[in-house]
């Protein structure tokens, strides 16, 4: 079945440490995207990338990074300047936006990151 | 500024007791609302987009509708397993192409 896997589902970072949670999709998809989720808020938008080796900074994109060296695959970095990581992470992916287009996003299932 | 505003935060109903959702929105160039379904610890399930003042899409229960500064979800004689919270994102236009701005959604309860 063609999906959007991330992983890991729990992940603990401790103070001063650089950790990456993996997003990996199938569906051919061009587009990727990460969000962050905390209680009480709307999804945030941390970094999206439309093609292969490139990406742009979203909303909240300070403290985090990314890189996009396959179709597939769109890692986080979560580095230890990011000072409040403690969150539900987001992957989500999507066909290509055109200038005609409105192509929905799907999500992954969500790593909980918590610090130690 | 772009902004995507969601009400009731929460709502509680019998099963069969119909109602709506609201999702008001501010955005400049809107190219697409969307409606998504988020079980606890999930991510979010795609339901529907709309794209123009007066559409409107149905899936079993729900019935989603938008005009020019709003979008509800109806939900019609729901039961115990519609219960999640229900997210409506709003599609940006312009330089941000594509980039979705999300409401703090709706957790909706649906009791036997």
């Known amino acids: 079945d063609g999906g959007i896997t991330q992983s890991p589902k729990y992940l603990f970072r401790k103070e001063g440490q650089n950790v990456t949670l993996s997003c990996e999709q199938n569906l051919n998809h061009d587009a990727m995207y990460w969000y962050r989720q905390d209680p009480g808020q709307g999804l945030r938008l941390i970094y999206y990338s439309q093609i292969v080796n490139d990406f742009q900074k979203g909303d909240i994109a300070e403290g985090y990074s990314v890189s996009r060296e396959k179709k597939e695959s769109f890692p986080l970095t979560v580095t230890s300047a990011q000072k409040n990581p403690t969150a539900f992470y987001l992957c989500?992916?999507?066909?290509?936006?055109?200038?005609?287009?409105?192509?929905?996003?799907?999500f992954g299932d969500g790593t909980r990151l918590s610090i130690l | 500024e772009d902004q995507v505003t969601q009400s009731p935060e929460a709502l509680r109903l019998q099963e069969g007791e119909s109602s709506s959702l609201n999702c008001s929105y501010t955005?400049?160039?809107?190219?697409?609302l969307f409606w998504y379904r988020q079980d606890p610890g999930k991510g979010p399930e795609f339901l529907f987009t709309?794209?123009?003042a007066g559409e409107e899409k149905e899936k079993e229960r729900l019935k989603a509708t938008l005009t020019k500064k709003e979008s509800f979800l109806h939900i019609t004689a729901p039961k115990p397993e519609d219960s999640a919270t229900y997210l409506c994102?709003?599609?940006?236009?312009?330089?941000?192409?594509?980039?979705?701005?999300f409401g703090k959604g709706t957790k909706l309860s649906v009791k036997p």
């Open positions: 989500a992916s999507s066909f290509r936006m055109g200038a005609s287009s409105n192509q929905p996003q799907h």
């Open positions: 955005v400049s160039g809107l190219r697409g």
């Open positions: 994102a709003v599609q940006r236009g312009g330089g941000s192409q594509g980039n979705l701005i």
């Open positions: 709309l794209y123009s």
